[in-house]
């Protein structure tokens, strides 16, 4: 396995029992067996189907921002999307813009809003990669991905790379045809709107500033933990219940932003798993509601 990986990859963008805690936002997770960082499609293609033929588990990331990793690692291979696959290909003329799965979503969207190109101003500080984004439709401040996606080249489960329109993409709240599935987003294509360079920097100043006053970034999270439930507010919720500043080992529910969980202290993966669960059993418990967590669960708990 390791010789065919080297083959395709070269020794220099493949990690053995690399951490994971390296990789993730709330800076946690073991070691994954290998960690594997591809620069073009058809390398990402090759090393799917490498792992498909070996029977090997694998599993891709981008910047880790909605991730919690198991203490106990990953036996399989991690496929990196990042710095060695991102790019913007710019097609002025029409707007549009060709994003490589890799690139930060806040690069893109400062990027873009200093050529005049929106609207994107909402996704510049959310901590994550494009192709994170559209698995997620990400969204904050009444925006959404959805809004701006034309359409996505990804691979699908049966090892073919295909393009499909935003309207075949099934991109709802925090869901979409990704989700749950092995599809992997390659590269999306953006429809943009011209729009004043010097306000979409403003919206965006205002918009971070908003964040850095509200929301707990000196610490490692995951951003929002929980989606909103239909008719409610997870922070809210969680607030109401008397869980500000709730902690299991080193995770902590934020005292700034309920709907965040922060990793205070050192925390490990299982402090914040168990912490997530206590929640969940405590807001069913007080109010009936089910909190559904947006972070993704990789390796064994």
Do not use: W
């Not at 029992?17 to 090759?46: D, N, W």
């Not at 690069?107 to 997620?136: C, D, E, Y």
């Amino acid at each position: 396995m390791l010789k065919r990986l080297e083959e395709i990859l070269g020794k220099e963008n493949i990690n053995l029992e690399e951490p994971m805690a390296k990789h993730t936002t709330f800076r946690t997770g073991g070691l994954a067996k290998y960690f594997v960082s591809p620069s073009t499609i058809e390398e990402v293609c090759q090393v799917v189907a490498l792992c498909t033929k070996e029977k090997s588990p694998y599993y891709v990331i981008g910047n880790g921002s909605n991730l919690l990793v198991s203490d106990k690692g990953y036996e399989g291979v991690i496929i990196h999307l990042g710095n060695r696959f991102a790019g913007i290909k710019l097609d002025e003329e029409n707007h549009m813009a060709t994003v490589l799965a890799g690139t930060s979503l806040s690069f893109t969207s400062k990027q873009l809003s200093k050529l005049g190109l929106g609207n994107m101003a909402f996704a510049a500080g959310i901590p994550g990669n494009i192709g994170g984004a559209v698995v997620m439709n990400a969204g904050a401040y009444g925006g959404e991905m959805v809004q701006v996606i034309k359409e996505v080249t990804y691979l699908d489960e049966d090892g073919q790379v295909v393009t499909k329109p935003v309207s075949e993409l099934k991109l709802g709240y925090r869901t979409s045809i990704f989700k749950q599935s092995k599809r992997i987003v390659l590269e999306v294509k953006l429809q943009l709107t011209p729009m004043n360079a010097g306000e979409l920097l403003n919206e965006i100043e205002k918009l971070n500033a908003s964040r850095r006053e509200k929301q707990p970034l000196e610490y490692p999270s995951a951003g929002s933990t929980f989606k909103r439930p239909e008719g409610y507010f997870a922070g809210k919720l969680i607030q109401d219940s008397g869980l500000r500043g709730y902690q299991v080992g080193g995770a902590m529910v934020s005292e700034k932003h309920c709907g965040f969980v922060i990793n205070k202290n050192h925390a490990t993966s299982s402090d914040i798993y168990q912490l997530i669960q206590d929640v969940q059993r405590i807001v069913y418990e007080k109010f009936g509601v089910h909190m559904e967590p947006e972070v993704q669960l990789v390796g064994e708990f």
